[in-house]
Antibody, heavy 121, light 109 residues
């Protein structure tokens, strides 16, 4: 069965950096696009970033463009999110999610359990 | 860019039908997806491509679109259906392609 396990969350000071990881199993990771989606405490869902199956194209929400970088290592079945210049508005649970397609952003057919990032001094 | 509007809350008695709407400009021309999120859990896909159900999702869940509104219908509502429900579209015309509605909290009375 598909499993997505996020890690790397924690407390970070404003202006700091953090790298999230998502270990994938139960499917052919290298064949599918992958996303990060976040949810601030008590709020709705916000799409953050998408990467194609081979890493050839990446897309970002305006709110994180220039500060966050999505990447993947298909040899390790792992998705990453490098976050920098963090602000309180980035405080959220970060989910990695699988897309059912390889190239186009469509939707999220499987989700991890999420990792909490808290930006606070 | 696309904005999706959902009612903040919907209440329904057990056994009745719940309808959760998602309004958006020209939403009928896009594929709509619906997610269920129970407290403390990750979202789960319950409807894709407007009206299809992933395996394991009960037939009680169905989706439809008409004009500028998509609707998630839950028939014969059970206590276990109590959750937040989010609609989502892919909007290739904007800089924020993954668009979610604000979410609807379904309360089973």
């Amino acid at each position: 069965q598909v499993q997505l396990v996020e890690s790397g969350g924690g407390v970070v000071q404003p202006g700091g950096s953090l790298r999230l990881s998502c270990a994938a199993s139960g499917f052919t990771f290298r064949s599918y696009g992958m996303h990060w989606v976040r949810q601030a405490p008590g709020k709705g869902l916000e799409w953050v970033a998408f990467i194609r199956f081979d890493g050839s194209n990446r897309y970002y929400a305006d709110s994180v463009k220039g500060r966050f970088t999505i990447s993947r290592d298909n040899s390790k079945n792992t998705l990453y999110l490098q976050m920098s210049s963090l602000t309180a508005e980035d405080t959220a649970v970060y989910y990695c999610a699988k897309d059912p397609y390889s190239r186009t952003l469509s939707h999220f057919d499987y989700w991890g359990q999420g990792t909490l990032v808290t930006v606070s001094s | 860019s696309n904005v999706l509007t959902q009612p903040p809350s919907v209440s329904v008695a057990p056994g009745q039908t719940a309808r959760i709407t998602c309004g958006g400009n020209n939403i009928g021309s896009k594929s709509v997806y619906w997610y269920q999120q129970k407290p403390g859990q990750a979202p789960v896909l319950v409807v894709y491509d407007d009206s299809d159900r992933p395996s394991g999702i009960p037939e009680r869940f169905s989706g439809s679109t008409s004009g500028n509104t998509a609707t998630l219908t839950i028939s014969r509502v059970e206590a276990g259906d109590e959750a937040d429900y989010f609609c989502q579209v892919w909007d290739s015309s904007g800089d924020h392609p993954g668009v979610f509605g604000g979410g609807t909290n379904l309360t089973v009375l």
